[in-house]
């Protein structure tokens, strides 16, 4: 995410259960407790449950956008009960 450093490393996706194995820095490690990517709809969908100290039940629901390669969509802070529009660009 370019608003603060935060980055979301996908290592691997099952294509069968569609189960993700991915890592969520801030800028350190904050464990990823589920992590799934799946089609709807003919879009490549993405979410992603962070379970940790500080983050417990934060959401990512996002959706891919292979025309500018970005994942985009929003975080769900259940501490402070809002949603906040995020985007994720592909390191280089």
């Not at 069968?16 to 992590?35: E, T």
């Not at 039940?57 to 975080?75: A, C, E, K, N």
């Given at each position: 995410?370019?608003?603060?450093?935060y980055?979301?490393?996908?290592?691997?996706?099952?294509?069968?259960s569609g189960?993700m194995d991915?890592?969520?820095?801030n800028?350190?490690?904050?464990h990823?407790?589920?992590?799934?990517?799946?089609?709807?709809?003919g879009?490549?969908?993405?979410?992603?449950?962070?379970?940790d100290?500080?983050?417990?039940?934060?959401?990512y629901r996002?959706?891919?956008?292979?025309?500018?390669d970005?994942?985009?969509g929003t975080?769900?802070q259940?501490a402070v009960?809002?949603?906040?529009?995020v985007?994720?660009?592909?390191?280089p």
């Amino acid at each position: 995410r370019p608003d603060g450093g935060y980055v979301l490393e996908v290592r691997a996706v099952d294509g069968a259960s569609g189960r993700m194995d991915a890592a969520y820095l801030n800028p350190r490690p904050i464990h990823v407790g589920k992590a799934e990517a799946k089609e709807e709809g003919g879009k490549l969908t993405v979410f992603v449950e962070l379970q940790d100290v500080g983050y417990p039940g934060s959401i990512y629901r996002l959706t891919y956008l292979p025309q500018v390669d970005q994942l985009i969509g929003t975080y769900y802070q259940p501490a402070v009960e809002q949603s906040f529009d995020v985007e994720f660009v592909r390191l280089p």
